[in-house]
């Protein structure tokens, strides 16, 4: 295992795609030392910044609060990327596979245009995540992404595939433009599912909808049953038994398509 | 002062086909002779010596291709970048590279001199600025004038001698260099969400004014007015299937006056509907061939990424409508408009597939070299860093059937590329890349390597690998000086405009300027493009 | 960023002032922020195809709450304050005559009648106009607004001609953006660190950089921020280096390390300025002045630049990093 040990919050924000267990699984202990960091407009070394522990591994472990640090595990494919601490914005965009696990906070644009891998946030993360950057026709396209706390605007915009929860509270425009996939929410604020195509949105408390939503009806579908079943193995817990409640069917987006599933939980009583 | 040596020089003009023989440079031109102690001598033994790359027709600046790169930076972010560095600014390459980028893009070509093919004269002073950041490439500009409603309005009363002054009026107004046609009638039809589609029909708005009659009164103005650029025309109808009836007859209608057809790949469609959508480039290069007075630009497309940008206002709603994809409009208040809509062709596509085989078939039908030249309509049919692509799917005809066995099986049934086994020579690739485009310019110190010409010269290696020949030059001298040397850019220079000043009764300013206060929302003194705005300017005089 | 997500289709102002019948006016107030708007372009003219002047022309305002320019409107539709995006999105399912939940739209402000009316209306005029001001552009959804107001335009074209404009702020705005287009291909929030432009709002653009102090520096021209930014924003540019070139003093003045007095663009110094419908104006000064232009003085600051050591290490390779 590699240990990256962060001395002291940089003075203005650092670009690290270089902490990435496809760059450092075969780089002997120099070598990493010597891996480029961006600060600002210059370009200086991994251990300006950061203690090395280690070489030559697919484990990467950085520990502090590197919610400054941007990039990390940029486009990774394998290996484990693990955060003690915080991260900073792009963390795990364009991954391919792999895993990466956050104990504490990861601020915005988490998993962006990722295509398959598994991403754990003990925190808090930002908005834009899974989400396609400014312009890009397509967000995720497979993987996994799940945040134990809130996240912010956007969540899952543009995303083709793959699967999102946010145990806590997502901010405005969760599923923005969504093709397909599904975003699985502890609640949610305005304008859940704005402009959905395709894809499902699970919300396990009541959120707001927009006049484009249709009410189906309220049922039990048995996918959830076996899909309940997978998400336990990620920690999610999704209820579905007919003793507890039912979902709470909706469709839309009216305006522009009517394939979008939009399912909320009623509890029993 | 400067010698190149040892290279084979291609110099078509001048009946120079091949021969090894020195090129000498002095004050920015081409010599006879230099002597003495201050020459540089450039080695060019294995290379082919080419007069610099001149594009008849593309989109690089103002109002419309700046539109475009507000629609679609994930196209920036994928493209190649230019760092900043001592010599060169940064920037992007891509769809719609920003204007420091376009001149090191062209430089990476070879490409010596460009024609901004689509400027409204109401944003001129935009299309300038942006062509004055453009570093390495001399310029040129069509102004848009074909949907001015002004210029309509007396072609509506027959006041045809009045129109001319006015329409040269505009042209000096601009600083322009040509005048561009585009969907005569069809872009003011636009005005009101319609089209003009039929060349004898009245454009909405009108009853005596017709796409036909725009066409010919126009091509007429510029002959009288000696402009040396002949009227630049996107005929009606393009891309819709069937419209090789309307090319042929717009051909019928410019009736011996001369005409620059653009991307003509884009007019030359058969069939009724998207599904019987074929090539009917026989029938049009037959046609074409006998028409001495007109030139045209391929337009061809490659698979891949573009974006479409054109003045072609109902093509562009046409087109969001058909994909979905994002689409831009902007209705230039009395003048023309503009359409954006990103576009990706695929060789799975049957209808792509079809006009990738028109562009090429153009280009090798058409019998004469210096009337048909290499274009895309950048960044409509591909972006112009594609051209070294086309040279060798020209040059190389076993390379162009592997291609060709790609194409969806129903497309080989309605294109006649198959049948072809003409290959460009290279000295047809230097008439149809600079000597062509240079001579349909009117610009007689472009496109060669005479005495007395541009020092504008690329060096390639000659390399059977056309596309990496075209694409790497060793060297290229723009106006004498080295600029790209083994492959890098090392010098930064400044390209010029050329614009006309044509002759024109100055007393057409008493009837524009009441009319112009009335219909327009500027002040009438705002209106003409100051000189400064232009630097270093070469002014040619007309009539 | 609206233009980025589906297009933009507008026209230049000339256009409106020919052809309009039908002008909406959402989330803006014109009779104050843009006080020769509807005399100069969009209600009072006698355009060449509108020859009856105001008469031929319905006005729309649609606002949360009566404004000056209430007064000039032939229909007022008042919705409730940040319900734009809900209404706006069921208009564009009610143009494709799409079903909506009857009892959500009334939680808009306005019916289901109101809106299948003015849905009628908008495929019925001739040439129709949206022009969206910071009512929309500013409240919560922001470029999402502005987007669905871009979106409900461009759909209308399948039935009439229908165009938009957002109504811009005060200053050079648009020309700003139109010249960071042009040289980075990026309108806004440009990052230039690594040697080439990257672009990304809420990363790059400057009130968020400015706010989470990703900067350590800042220089300031024609701009104020210290007057309208967050605390946090403010009090970082009180704390880092900061400089002024502003022919005034400014609030962000007295913060900075730096002022530097500069003549008045469009008095003293020549430019352009690039109107709302980015068409291009060249300013005349007519005044001389003590003080230099702003060009004058950034060129004096970049001759210093230049001789300092290139910041790129010789070896830099370009890493790609979107």
Redesign the interface.
Known sequence: MITLTLKEQP???I?A??LSPDVVAELGNDELRAL?I?F????LRLDDFFEVEGEASEELEIHGDAS?VK?LG?GMTRGQLRIVGNAG??LG??MKGGAIDVSGNAS??VGAEMSGGLIRIGGNVG??IGAA?????TGMTAGTIVVEGSAGLEVGMRMKRGTIVVKGMAK??TG?EMKGGTIILGGAE??TG??MNRGTIISLTPIP???????NCSYNPTFLRIYSRELETLGVSLPFEESEGSYELYSG????S?KGELLVWKPAG | MLRITGGKVYDPANDVNGEVRDVCISDGRIVAEVAGADVRTIDAAGMVVFPGGVDVHTHVAGGALNFARA?????H?AAAKFTHSPELRAGVGGTTPSTFATGYLYAGLGYTTVNEAAVPVLSARHTHEELRDTPLVDKTCCVLMANNELILDLLEEGETERAKHLLAWHLWAAKGYGVKAVNPGGVTAWKWGKDAKILSEPVPGYSKVTPAKIISSMAAMVDELKLPHPMHLHCNNLGAPGNIDTTIETMKVLDGHRAHMAHLQFHSYGGDDWDTLRSESVRLAEFFNGQPNLTADAGAILFGDSVTITADGPWQHLLYQLTGRKWGNLDVENETGCGVVPYTYKGTNMVNAVQWAVGLELLLLIDDPWRIYLTTDHPNGACFWRYPEIIHLLMNADFRRECIDKLPEKALKRIHLPGIDREYTLSEIAIIISAGPARALGMPQKGHLGVGADADVALYNDDPDRERMFGHPRYLLKGGEVVVEEGDIRKMVDGRECIVRPSFDKNIEEYLRPLFEQYYTMSFDNYPVEMDRLEGADIRECG | ?AA??GGKVTCTLGEVKNRADFIIYWGGNPADCHPLHFSRYTLIPKGKHVPEGRKGRTMVLVDVRETPSAKHADILLQIKP?KD??VI??L??LV?N????AA??A??GLTLEQMQDFVDRMKNARFGVLFFGMGLSMT??KH?NSAAAL?LVAELNAYTKFVSMPMRGHGNVTGADVVMRWTTGFPFGVS????YPR?????FSTIDVLVRG???ATLVLGADPGATMPQPAIDHLARTPTIVLDPKVTHTSRLARVHITTATTGISAPGTVYRMDEIPLPLKPILESPYPTDEEVVHRILEKVKEKPA???AS?KE?P??
């Open positions: 003075e203005v924000p670009e795609e270089a480029p961006f600002g407009k210059r370009q400054r990039w940029r914005m792009h965009a364009f915005d644009w908005g834009q950057y400014r312009g890009s026709l405005d425009f923005l305005l304008r704005a402009w909808l927009l006049p484009t939503f249709a009410y987006d009216a305006a522009v009517r | 629609m679609t930076p994930e196209n972010r | 960023m980025q997500l940040g995006f809900e999105t069921t564009r399912a494709k799409q079903p909506v939940d959500r739209v939680e808009t919560r959804g999402m979106a230039m660190s690594r040697g672009f990304n709002p809420g990363e990703d900067n350590d910041w790129l290490p830099f890493v990093c979107a």
